[in-house]
């Protein structure tokens, strides 16, 4: 009866996710946005695939940021994610930057399903907030 327990115990508990199971491209919430994460070595990196702005003006600068020399840079395939460290299910220690507001925040990315992502950017613990992404087969 306890190896049927045991058992049933261990099939409820959901598999750890590989390392690559982040890596793919994600429709962000905010302006339809899709993020194109990737490996970058033994950590991950995203890049802005496309957005509902981006795609009304494909040569959107980043008009927002704070270092004044960047702000004519394009933002269709600007890195935004980068610095992760993984540990266990998740990608720790690691940058978001916002082109809403030009600001870089610490972030962690954690799956949640096979098919979404959690994102939690944080100006500092314990001013945080997360975004579910969605997997784009």
């Known amino acids: 009866m306890l190896a049927l327990l045991m058992g049933l115990a261990f ?11 982040v890596v793919g491209r ?3 919430p905010v302006h339809n946005g899709i993020v194109e994460i990737s490996r970058c ?6 890049k802005i695939v496309t957005s509902d702005k981006l795609r009304a ?23 935004i994610l980068s610095g992760f ?10 940058k978001i930057y916002n082109a809403e507001d030009g600001k870089t925040y610490s972030a962690e990315v954690t799956m949640s399903g096979n098919d979404q992502l959690n994102l939690r950017g944080c100006v500092f613990k314990p ?3 997360t975004q579910t992404w969605t997997r784009v087969r």
Not at 69 to 77: E, I, T
Not at 85 to 94: D, H, I, N, S, V
């Open 41 to 46: 070595g033994a950590s991950i990196c995203g």
């Open 11 to 21: 099939a409820a508990t959901p598999a750890p996710q590989s390392a690559d199971a």
């Open 127 to 129: 001013f945080c907030r």
């Open 85 to 94: 460290k993984q540990q266990g299910a998740g990608w720790y220690g690691g």
């Open 26 to 28: 994600w429709k962000t």
């Open 57 to 79: 003006n494909p040569n959107m600068a980043d008009a927002q940021n704070s270092d004044k020399s960047l702000r004519g840079r394009r933002l269709m395939g600007l890195q």
